[in-house]
Nanobody, 121 residues
Framework: QVQLVESGGGLVQSGGSLRLSCVASGRTISGWTMAWFRQAPGEEREFVAARGWYGTTDYADSVKGRFTISRDSAKTTVYLQMNNLKPQDTAVYYC???????????????WGQGTQVTVSS
């Protein structure tokens, strides 16, 4: 099993920026895809962004042009740079890992505990 630990959440004003980090440890994730999902109160968990082992990326339409997903050179840490944040981005953000590239929640085997992002208007 992979352990995923997120950090970087917080409270920010509309238009501001935050950078989330997720560190993976435990079983090797060589070849794996890492992604970010989010869940707002009363809503289902939704896809935000994914980055495959060889650099393939995909984003939800709602964050395209504002969010950027990246991985460090060792590929054990994934980042989510969030710019021009909006109140509707408020949610708990979860890091996830999967053995193949996907934007579907059920594909992902391992999840972090989540980090809260709150955007005030």
């Amino acid at each position: 099993q992979v352990q995923l630990v997120e950090s970087g959440g917080g409270l920010v004003q509309s238009g501001g920026s935050l950078r989330l980090s997720c560190v993976a440890s435990g079983r090797t994730i060589s070849g794996w895809t890492m992604a970010w999902f989010r869940q707002a109160p009363g809503e289902e968990r939704e896809f935000v962004a994914a980055r495959g082992w060889y650099g393939t990326t995909d984003y939800a339409d709602s964050v395209k042009g504002r969010f950027t997903i990246s991985r460090d050179s060792a590929k054990t840490t994934v980042y989510l740079q969030m710019n021009n944040l909006k109140p509707q981005d408020t949610a708990v953000y979860y890091c996830a890992a999967a053995s193949r590239f996907s934007t579907t929640r059920l594909t992902y085997d391992d999840w972090g505990q989540g980090t809260q992002v709150t955007v005030s208007s």
